[in-house]
């Protein structure tokens, strides 16, 4: 009786493919190497999306303050040990402690209704 090889090659292409970092074989999905614990690289298409979405953010804000509105962004993410985080982005001007104080409040409620 012979053992051959599983086969990883569907009509469409691949759905498996190697870890960088432990030569593991993972399906194509997976974010996270279930050997090693480390995050696969993301697709260069996806990463070049994300870093002119970060570019831009900020100028929204810029545009948004110079024609007299005081914008405030908040971006919440779920991290890898399943936390809530939240990021507040505010225009190029100075804020009291007192509204510093509540905009961290209001970012410690929104992590909350996320």
Request: charged share 30%; glycine share 4%; hydrophobic share 30%.
């Amino acid at each position: 009786m012979s053992v051959c090889n599983p086969v990883f090659i569907m009509p469409g292409g691949s759905t498996k493919k190697t870890c960088p970092f432990c030569q593991s074989i993972l399906f194509c999905a997976q974010k996270i190497c279930a050997h090693c614990l480390k995050e696969q690289p993301k697709k260069q298409r996806l990463e070049k999306k994300l870093k002119r979405f970060d570019e831009k953010r900020e100028d929204w804000l810029e545009k948004l303050h110079a024609i007299g509105f005081k914008p405030v962004l908040l971006l919440g993410k779920e991290t890898r040990k399943k936390e809530r985080k939240c990021e507040i982005l505010t225009p190029r001007c100075t804020l009291t402690a007192y509204a510093q104080d509540y905009l961290d409040k209001i970012g410690t409620f929104y992590e909350y209704l996320c």
